[in-house]
């Protein structure tokens, strides 16, 4: 990932519905969650829903998956990973006990079926 790719999925996601949609995307892995039940969780009208997850797919953090006549959307949580890889790329200029507290905060404790607790 260079700066030009970090900052189309900064911006892909600095919008509330965006940022919302990942964020529940994220909590529905692995099995996604398909494009009218997304627009009915977020309470906004399908063509803004689906407009706002063409966005989402462009930047890498979304894909969608025909199933029969729905469209399921899961999360890319690899996009998520590079992003954030790259956001923390030579963190704290290498001081590892600087970095400890964030990478602690960045390992969630996961419940048995593996879902932050």
Avoid: W
């Avoid at 900052?7 to 529905?28: E, G, P, S």
């Avoid at 290498?94 to 970095?99: K, P, Q, S």
């Amino acid at each position: 990932m260079d700066n030009t790719d970090a900052i189309a999925a900064l911006a892909a996601l600095a919008q509330t519905t965006r940022l919302d949609t990942f964020r529940l995307l994220v909590t529905r892995e692995p099995g996604g969650v398909a494009a009218g039940e997304l627009a009915r969780l977020m309470d906004v009208p399908q063509n803004t829903m689906s407009a706002h997850l063409a966005i989402l797919a462009r930047a890498g953090f979304v894909r969608g998956e025909r199933r029969s006549r729905s469209i399921i959307y899961r999360a890319d949580l690899a996009r998520l990973r590079e992003l954030t890889l790259f956001l923390l790329k030579d963190c704290c200029g290498g001081t590892a006990d600087v970095c400890a507290p964030l990478i602690a905060d960045l390992t969630p404790r996961c419940s048995s079926k593996g879902l932050p607790e």
